[in-house]
């Protein structure tokens, strides 16, 4: 069985930056790649891009391109997720997900979510 | 990006009764030279990340009850509930992972009626 275990709730001021952590653990994972979506209050589901743990390849979506930034530490498993100039519109959970396969990025496997706050 | 649209936004059923809800997207998601229509829906209660259903358009997840049932080829797809259980009570998106970025639905409210 697969675990994603992410880092805690975050409040941040408008303007900072955020990191969120998702730890992955267990028998056989069988993909290398983390994925990140967003879930902003009352909206939906939104992807931000993703990075394969061995390799460090990355791919993100367009309009968070310049302001996300995702590492990862290939010896612990972990994927990192930061983000910048953060506005109230960055309000949001974010979840870390594994894909099905390295070309098959439905998401069989999630973190419980990272609850990031943008408040003066 | 190809766009995903939901419908309904949310919809009231009686228990025992079916629910459908469709996605249609901006552009067909249908790989001609796998037949595979790139096309997953998920599941969300409330503080719970979703939870995936099918995948492949109407491919069933280990686990996920008979009840559950995708369908549907290129841009319109259904997701159909049979014998509606209190359980069901939920969020539900759809997916599409053929390009990026990998874009869901709006969501549709499901509830009992």
């Known amino acids: 069985q697969i675990q994603l275990v992410q880092s805690g709730a975050e409040v941040k001021k408008p303007g900072a930056s955020v990191k969120v952590s998702c730890k992955a653990s267990?028998?056989?994972?069988?993909?290398?790649?983390i994925h990140w979506v967003r879930q902003a209050p009352g909206h939906g589901l939104e992807w931000l891009g993703w990075?394969?743990?061995?390799?460090?390849?990355?791919t993100y979506a367009q309009r968070f391109e310049g302001r996300v930034t995702l590492t990862r530490d290939a010896s612990s498993n972990t994927a990192f997720m930061e983000l910048s100039r953060l506005t109230s519109a960055d309000t949001a959970v974010y979840f870390c997900?594994?894909?099905?396969?390295?070309?098959?990025?439905?998401?069989?496997?999630w973190g419980q979510g990272s609850l990031v706050t943008v408040s003066s | 990006d190809i766009v995903m649209t939901q419908s309904p936004d949310s919809l009231a059923v009686s228990l025992g009764e079916r629910a459908t809800i469709k996605c249609k997207s901006s552009?067909?998601?249908?790989?001609?030279?796998?037949?595979?229509?790139?096309l997953a829906w998920y599941q969300q209660k409330p503080g719970q990340p979703p939870k995936l259903l099918i995948y492949?358009?109407?491919t069933r997840e280990s686990g996920v009850p008979d009840r559950f049932s995708g369908s549907g080829s290129g841009t319109d797809f259904t997701l159909t509930i049979s014998n509606l259980q209190a359980e069901d009570v939920a969020l539900y998106y759809c997916?599409?992972?053929?390009?990026?970025?990998?874009?869901f639905g709006q969501g549709t409210k499901l509830e009992i009626k």
């Open positions: 997916q599409q992972y053929y390009s990026t970025p990998h874009t």
């Open positions: 997900a594994k894909p099905y396969s390295s070309n098959s990025a439905f998401f069989d496997f």
């Open positions: 552009q067909s998601v249908l790989l001609s030279t796998k037949n595979k229509n790139y």
């Open positions: 990075i394969n743990l061995n390799s460090g390849a990355i």
């Open positions: 492949w358009a109407s």
């Open positions: 267990g028998s056989s994972l069988s993909t290398s790649y």
